[in-house]
T-cell receptor
């Protein structure tokens, strides 16, 4: 399978705990994006990386959210001190930037977070 | 407490008919637009995109129309099949950021 992969697929945690999600993009893609999707809504942009540089993070929901892509390959999204309102699907996407690149972002299956 | 999702607009079509899904976007400065299909429990799947300087683009069984005057986007699916059942989202792109619309749930009647 050469698509975007995310781990874990489901996470149940208690309020106040920290959680970390991992995303592995399509191997030749240099851009990586994180989105959040709540029930009945479209995905909401959070942040993105080009290689290891985080170029846009103003949409991260609070200072409890942070993302890294240390080697320009996989990325992690961490939520500290989780709250019930953090319950959502967290989606990762990747794309290629280059002369012949299109606009499409390819999404992974998501990590569903439930905070109890 | 109970979590209740917002009611998605829905479209029901007969198998074999054509489907037209509409979307209004908000920012006239958007550079491009993309249609995504999302099946239950899966991430969004790319269908087709269109640059802001175009008004029509065709793919396999799909056509996207862009009307910048009224900031309207549509997706036409020809000969709708059961496998087309999903939620369809339009997204407007500005730089590297996608802004998604609310989505339309397409159901296929046999």
């Amino acid at each position: 399978d050469t698509g975007v992969s995310q781990d874990p697929r489901h996470k149940i945690t208690k309020r106040g705990q920290n959680v970390t999600f991992r995303c592995d993009p399509i191997s030749e893609h240099n851009r990586l994006y994180w989105y959040r999707q709540t029930l009945g809504q479209g995905p909401e942009f959070l942040t993105y990386f080009q290689n290891e540089a985080q170029l846009e993070k103003s949409r991260l929901l609070s200072d409890r959210f942070s993302a890294e892509r240390p080697k320009g390959s996989f990325s992690t999204l961490e939520i500290q001190r989780t709250e019930q309102g953090d319950s959502a699907m967290y989606l990762c996407a990747s794309s290629f930037s280059g002369q012949l690149a299109g606009y499409e972002q390819y999404f992974g299956p998501g990590t569903r977070l439930t905070v109890t | 407490g109970e979590s209740v999702g917002l009611h998605l607009p829905t479209l029901s079509v007969q198998e074999g008919d054509n489907s037209i899904i509409n979307c209004a976007y908000s920012n006239s400065a958007s550079d491009y637009f993309i249609w995504y299909k999302q099946e239950s429990g899966k991430g969004p799947q790319f269908i087709i995109d269109i640059r802001s300087n175009m008004d029509k683009r065709q793919g396999q069984r799909v056509t996207v129309l862009l009307n910048k005057t009224v900031k309207h986007l549509s997706l036409q699916i020809a000969a709708t099949q059961p496998g087309d059942s999903a939620v369809y989202f339009c997204a407007e792109g500005r730089a590297q950021k996608l802004v998604f619309g609310q989505g339309t749930r397409l159901t296929i009647n046999p």
